[in-house]
Structures are given as structure tokens and as C-alpha cells.
Nanobody, 125 residues
Framework: QLQLAESGGGLVQPGGSLRLSCTAS????????VGWIRQAPGKGREGVSS????????NYADSVKGRFTISRDDAKNTVYLEMNNLKPEDTGTYHC??????????????????WGRGTQVTAPS
């Protein structure tokens, strides 16, 4: 059974940077499409970015294009989300999620079967 654990969240001033990590155990992450989904206080889940199992396809929400970069290191069983020029609207709980069947990179949260518990990112206004 795949298990996911996020790390790297924290409090950062607007304009700052953070790198989130999603580390898998129980299975090889390299065969999964992996996504980052965030949930702001009082709002629904939003797909932020995803990467295909091959790493060749990535997808980003319009709100983060040019600021966030997703990557994967299958040797470390880890997917990263590099976040630059953070804004107050980026505040929320960031979950990584994985799916073994999806071909490509999706931002649709319902596509993901496995979820981590999340890490908090706060960029105060």
C-alpha cells in the first residue's frame, strides 16, 4: 500500500520561496502520476501541479504558472514542488496525491487514489 508524506511547509513572507517534498513508502512512486493539491481556509481543494509517471509531462494551474516547478527523483521515491514568489493567496494546506492508472498529468483531484496528510504553507498578507 502506497503511503505519502509531505514536508517542507512553513511560514514565509510574500515574495519568498519554499520547496515541498512528497516522499513515498510501501511502493515505488515511479509508476504513479503525482500531483500537488492545496486547500485554503474555507475553500475547496485545488489542483496546483502534477507530473506524469515518466516525468515528461507536467501541468500547472494558471495561478502558479511561472512561479512553481514540479519535479521527481524516482531514485529517492520523492516528488518536489519548488514554490517561488509566494503570494498570500498561496496560503493553505498542500497535499501530495498519486494515481497508478492516469496517463499524463492531471489537476483533477478526483483522479488521485492515494493522499498524504498535508503540510501547511503560510504567506501572510
Amino acid at each position: 500500500q502506497l503511503q505519502l508524506a509531505e514536508s517542507g511547509g512553513g511560514l514565509v513572507q510574500p515574495g519568498g520561496s519554499l520547496r515541498l517534498s512528497c516522499t513515498a513508502s510501501g511502493s515505488t512512486l515511479g509508476s504513479y502520476t503525482v500531483g500537488w493539491i492545496r486547500q485554503a481556509p474555507g475553500k475547496g481543494r485545488e489542483g496546483v501541479s502534477s507530473i506524469s509517471s515518466s516525468g515528461q509531462t507536467t501541468n500547472y494551474a494558471d495561478s502558479v504558472k511561472g512561479r512553481f516547478t514540479i519535479s521527481r527523483d524516482d531514485a529517492k521515491n520523492t516528488v518536489y514542488l519548488e514554490m517561488n514568489n509566494l503570494k498570500p493567496e498561496d496560503t493553505g494546506t498542500y497535499h501530495c496525491a498519486a494515481d497508478p492508472h492516469y496517463v499524463g498529468a492531471t489537476l483533477e483531484t478526483y483522479e488521485f487514489d492515494y493522499w498524504g496528510r498535508g503540510t501547511q504553507v503560510t504567506a501572510p498578507s
